[in-house]
């Protein structure tokens, strides 16, 4: 074909600037979407933008390529939506608020104004985009002619060719799922030469290219990487597209990526300029372009302009394709394409306006015809088509998530599960196959089905009707689900239903003696499940066969006990199991759950109902006895050292943590507590007695190694001490001897996930009984040191109150119970004076060793509290039999009379104990 003149069809009109508007508020409903800016830019309203935004759809994560003259990056309402590009004529990148609009005529960029068509952002000013929370990726052909206005493609037809490739080849690379193209290429306007003013006046695929090979190429490397290719058919009066978006009428392999637009005016009709759909009616439809005024649009002076063509349609397209990706996130561009298309408002004349006036409202709802089969991969997300489908198409589902169909669909064509769920909520004549790895749900109707997947009706629980016949294949499965009350899903079939693969019980709770009818076949059942499979570790099925399939639970004969792992398990497991054949209703939530529980689940649900946090707190306080009569101990040590006559009087902050390590069948306990003592003593006669007393409260934090149970204790103590001393050889004997008395309140709370999530909690009290003693036997070494040599024994009585949970089926209660423990310790501490700066400070240490005896393993006896009979025991994290013993110490003598000091004890072994205290002693 002999060159020819070839000419870029642009058409542009000047208008108005716009107005500032302030943003309103986030908006809900369609009328809310409609503010002044939406309307500014009429188009909007003709394609319906409104009703996609109120279903949430703004192009939000979907980026829009186009090749154009460039985009005035730096425009307020475009700048941020720029997310790269490149311009062919300054040769640099595109970014946010970097890079120019290359067309220099009056009107304004033709560039600037297409993408702000498709993505201006919603700002309250001026107009927006149909895709205003879309990214813009910009790309600027190169145009060598310096005679020629910017947008005038050069006359040579090798350098057209390079310069419009060379861009969709860029925007190839990155693989965009929508390019626009408000381009056109014509001979129209040459009255010397034959023009080839559309695609018909062309002859063959071989005759475009010989004209254009690089832009053939890149139209199938542009096919290759998956974009949908949107074109505006031009502005020539045609009655068929121009040479871009009529390709595919001679290069047919390119019409599923294809997108023709032609142009309306403001009053809806074609508009004056535009060319027809023509040939390209099956990949064409109509959009807003404008007449006079035109389209309202940025301008790459700043601010808005107007102007019109099938330029301004175009980018509607493009914008809307946005939403619908968004919608659709694993649409290809034959899915975007077809959606647009079935879901634009016919016009009637077909070859006039292809498919009719785009409508993006309907098409964020999905496809609203099948044109041949539409083979879809969701790729795991879930979605839904709402729209009617007709057409003599069919639908094919591969990949995983569900996809639902909620319309009444009509489509002729099979329908045909391959991966993941397709649920049908309304109604579908199509047939259905399940494919192995396919699952049919849904609660609506369906012609006939073929398994050889997976059936599960209903999407909890609901019923699927089919009109026809249901045939199920060997290793199909009929999922089945029930709740509460007997209901259960259904399958109702119309003709005949024949059975056969595994009849697999899925969600529950399924319950004892009550038939579950799941299969009503009016012409008759035949065949039989080859199995019936389920998780259920004490609950086992029976089929009952009559008119209806239906499904008898009966409790087997498998103790709860069996697949518990602890002895607390095993408890828990034996005091519910008496009334697992006819649960209290009190607790049928609980039941609900143990008796449908796998056996891998059983250990874990005994695990969260045994309320160990009550031995654990049982544990925590009876080990802990011995911080007040260590407490005391130092004290008094200290006051047998002052003047036979003197009073002392002493104050100590305490804060102690304490790790009880559990044993297999228990679980760690972390103890926590801090507080204040205050003490002091006095001579007591002659005889060297000395005679004290002590007032403590402590804050205790109690809890499993799961912050989900829990103890919050506040304690107070009163003892009473004597200490006495005795010469005896070259050291002193020294004694100590006291009891205390301590009331703890309790709060216990701990969190049950069964049945339903309850928090329990209780209040209740507890009361601890001391009674200590300590011999050492102190000699000096060298004339500020000492050392002593001690035993001590400390006995320690706790008594639990009763008390009865609150706040759920799971709840427990415990009678009062008595514990005690006993403690020999046998150690060697030391103390020594340092003189510093004249200052005096006494340093301590001390090592030892203790051993514990009594009710070293603390238990609970506990019950459930709406299960009469349910006794069982449970055991804490055990107390250490033995364990080493430390401290030290730095006490300050302040001057005669006052000192202050630090001191740490700690206990190790099974458990560890560290405790801090800052304390300060009067003497008068």
Request: charged letters at 15%; one cysteine or more; hydrophobic letters at 35%.
């Amino acid at each position: 074909m002999s060159r020819k003149r070839i000419s870029s069809s642009l058409l542009m009109q000047a208008g108005l600037l716009g107005l500032a508007l302030q943003p309103g508020a986030q908006a809900a409903s369609v009328q809310d979407w409609e503010t002044q800016e939406y309307k500014r830019q009429a188009g909007l309203g003709m394609i319906q933008a409104a009703q996609a935004y109120a279903l949430g759809f703004t192009g939000q994560g979907v980026t829009v390529g186009y090749l154009d003259s460039g985009i005035a990056a730096s425009h307020p309402e475009l700048s941020a939506a720029i997310v790269g590009g490149f311009n062919f004529n300054t040769h640099t990148a595109y970014a946010p608020g970097i890079g120019l609009d290359s067309d220099l005529t009056p009107t304004g960029g033709h560039g600037t104004h297409v993408a702000g068509i498709i993505g201006a952002r919603r700002d309250g000013v001026g107009m927006h985009g149909v895709a205003f929370n879309s990214t813009l990726f910009p790309v600027a052909y190169a145009d060598d002619d310096d005679d020629s206005p910017p947008l005038s493609l050069h006359p040579d037809t090798a350098d057209i060719d390079k310069a419009l490739a060379t861009g969709w080849n860029y925007l190839a690379d990155f693989k965009l799922p929508i390019i626009n193209s408000s381009l056109g290429i014509n001979n129209c306007n040459d009255a010397s030469d034959p023009p080839p003013c559309n695609i018909t006046d062309y002859s063959s695929a071989q005759d475009i290219a010989e004209w254009m090979p690089l832009s053939v190429a890149a139209f199938h490397k542009s096919v290759a990487a998956g974009s949908l290719m949107v074109f505006a058919t031009g502005n020539e009066s045609q009655p068929h597209p121009d040479l871009l978006a009529g390709s595919p009428h001679w290069i047919p392999e390119l019409k599923d990526n294809w997108l023709a637009v032609t142009a309306l005016d403001e009053q809806g009709q074609l508009a004056s300029y535009a060319n027809r759909c023509g040939v390209a009616a099956e990949w064409c439809l109509a959009a807003p372009g404008g007449d006079e005024p035109g389209i309202y649009s940025t301008s790459s002076k700043g601010g808005y302009v107007t102007m019109g063509g099938t330029s301004m349609a175009s980018p509607h397209v493009a914008g809307a394709a946005a939403l619908v990706k968004q919608a659709f996130p694993y649409f290809t561009a034959y899915h975007l394409q077809q959606t647009l298309l079935t879901t634009a408002t016919d016009m009637g004349d077909r070859a006039t306006y292809g498919w009719g006036l785009m409508n993006v409202g309907k098409a964020v709802r999905g496809p609203a015809q099948f044109t041949r089969q539409f083979d879809v991969d969701t790729l795991g997300f879930d979605s839904t088509f709402s729209n009617d489908i007709s057409g003599t198409g069919g639908l094919t589902k591969r990949g995983a998530g569900s996809l639902q169909l909620t319309g009444n669909n009509s489509y002729s064509g099979p329908t045909t599960i391959h991966g993941g769920r397709l649920a049908v909520n309304g109604t579908l004549a199509s047939a259905v196959t399940i494919e192995p790895g396919g699952t049919l749900g849904g609660a609506g109707v369906v012609s006939q089905v073929k398994n050889y997947g997976t059936l599960a009706p209903g999407n909890s629980v609901g019923t699927l009707t089919v009109n026809g016949n249901y045939t199920a294949h060997d290793g199909s499965v009929h999922e089945l689900e029930v709740g509460p009350a007997g209901a259960t899903d259904r399958l109702v079939v119309g003709g005949t239903a024949h059975l056969a693969g595994t009849l697999k019980l899925a969600g529950g709770p399924y319950r004892q003696n009550i038939p579950y009818s799941f299969l009503q076949a009016n012409q008759g059942v035949t065949g039989e499940f080859a199995h019936i499979t389920y998780s259920m570790a004490f609950l086992s099925p029976t089929l009952l066969r009559g008119q209806d399939l239906a499904l008898l639970i009966k409790r087997n004969d498998v103790p709860f006990a069996r697949y518990t792992e602890t002895a607390n398990q095993y408890a828990v497991a034996q005091a519910l199991d008496p009334a697992s054949t006819q649960p209290p209703a009190a607790m049928d939530g609980i039941y609900d759950s143990l008796l449908n529980a796998s056996a891998g689940q059983v250990a874990g649900y005994m695990e969260q109902l045994q309320g160990q946090i009550h031995a654990g707190t049982s544990a925590a306080l009876l080990g802990n006895g011995d911080l007040l009569p260590r407490t005391l101990a130092r004290h008094a040590t200290s006051a047998r050292l002052t003047r036979e006559k003197d009073t002392v009087l002493w104050a100590d902050v305490i804060q102690q943590r304490r790790d009880l390590d559990g044993d297999g069948n228990s679980r760690d306990v972390r103890h926590d507590a801090g507080g204040l003592f205050l003490g002091g003593d006095t001579a007591l006669g002659s005889q060297g007695w000395r005679l004290g007393a002590a007032l403590g409260y402590l804050e205790n934090r109690i809890k499993l190694d799961t912050r989900s149970h829990s103890t919050r204790s506040n304690s107070v103590s009163a003892a009473l001490y004597g200490t006495q001393r005795w010469q005896a050889g070259n050291g002193h004997l020294n004694l100590l001897a006291g009891g205390a008395y301590t009331r703890h309140s309790l709060d216990s709370r701990r969190q049950v996930d069964l049945g339903s999530t309850q928090t329990l909690k209780a209040d209740y009290k507890a009361h601890s009984v001391q009674a200590f003693a300590q011999l050492g036997y102190e000699l000096s070494v060298g004339e500020r040191s000492r050392i002593e040599p001690y035993a001590n024994i400390n006995w320690h009585q706790l008594r639990n109150g009763s008390f009865t949970e609150t706040g759920g089926q799971a709840a427990l209660r415990g009678n009062s119970q008595t514990q005690d423990l006993s403690t020999l310790t046998l150690g060697l501490r030391g103390k020594t004076m340092v003189e510093l700066n004249n200052t005096h400070i006494a340093l301590t240490a001390g090592l030892g060793w203790r051993h514990a005896m009594g009710d070293t393993l603390p238990e609970r006896q506990l019950a459930f509290a709406a299960l009469p009979g349910s006794n069982f025991r449970i055991s804490g994290a055990p107390i250490a039999k033995n364990a080493a013993v430390a401290e030290l110490g730095a006490e300050l003598l302040a001057s005669e009379r006052t000192s202050l000091g630090l001191n740490y004890q700690g206990q190790f072994g099974r458990n560890q104990d560290h405790a801090g205290s800052l304390f300060l002693k009067v003497k008068f």
